[in-house]
C-alpha cells in the first residue's frame, strides 16, 4: 500500500480518546454500571485507554474486557487456511450493563454486527454503545457509532491503517491507496 496522509498523530489520538471519554460519561450520566469492551486486537487497546481516561476524569474504575469475533465473522467461509481464533477475556457479569463496545475503524459495519452477535451470546446488556477512533463511511449494514474520534472520508480504493503503540509500535492513523 501506498501512504497517502497522515490523519492523526500521537496526539490527535490522544485528543480523540480524551473526547470520547468525556462524551462517554455525559451520555450515561457518570459511570454507574458502564462496562467498556474492545474488539481484538487494536478495540482493545483503544478501550483500555478510554477506560483510564475515564478513570483519570471521575476517579472510578469501570470494568474493561476483550471481546474476540472470529467465528462470528460472516466471510469466515471465504477466508484462506485457519482463521486466527483469540481469547474473549470479559470476566464479569454484563447482564443490565451499559456497554461500550470499542473498535479501531468502522466501515461496513460487518466487524460490529459480528460483535453484538458475540456480546448476546454472553449476556443480555442493559444497553451497548459503540465507540471508534475513526468512522470511514461506507456502510453496508444500518449501524453508527455512538462515539467518533475522527470522520474520515474515504473512497474504496483507500484503506485507513491506524498505528497504535501497543501492536505497532508507533501511534498515527493514515489513509494509504490500496495497490
Known amino acids: 500500500m501506498k501512504e497517502k496522509a497522515k490523519i492523526l498523530d500521537q496526539e490527535g489520538i490522544s485528543r480523540a480518546i480524551t473526547r470520547i471519554a468525556h462524551e462517554i460519561i455525559e451520555k450515561n450520566k457518570g459511570t454507574a454500571g458502564l462496562c467498556v ?56 457479569d454484563i447482564n443490565e450493563k451499559n456497554l461500550v463496545l470499542v473498535d479501531d475503524v ?19 446488556p442493559r444497553s451497548i454503545q459503540l465507540a471508534v477512533l475513526v468512522d470511514r463511511g461506507h456502510r453496508e449494514l444500518p449501524i453508527r457509532a455512538d462515539f467518533v474520534g475522527k470522520n474520515i472520508p474515504t473512497s474504496n480504493k483507500e484503506s485507513v491503517e491506524v498505528c497504535l503503540q501497543e501492536s505497532d509500535g508507533s501511534e498515527e492513523v493514515l489513509i494509504a491507496e490500496r495497490q
Open 37 to 92: 469492551i474492545g474488539i481484538r486486537n487494536r478495540g482493545v487497546y483503544i478501550a483500555q485507554r478510554i477506560a483510564e481516561c475515564i478513570k483519570k476524569i471521575e476517579g472510578k474504575e469501570i470494568e474493561t474486557g476483550a471481546l474476540d469475533i472470529t467465528l462470528y465473522r460472516d466471510d469466515l467461509a471465504l477466508a484462506s487456511g485457519q482463521p486466527r481464533v483469540r481469547k474473549t477475556e470479559i470476566d464479569f
Open 106 to 124: 468502522l466501515y461496513t459495519g460487518r466487524t460490529i454486527r459480528a460483535a453484538l452477535d458475540a456480546l448476546i451470546d454472553l449476556g443480555r
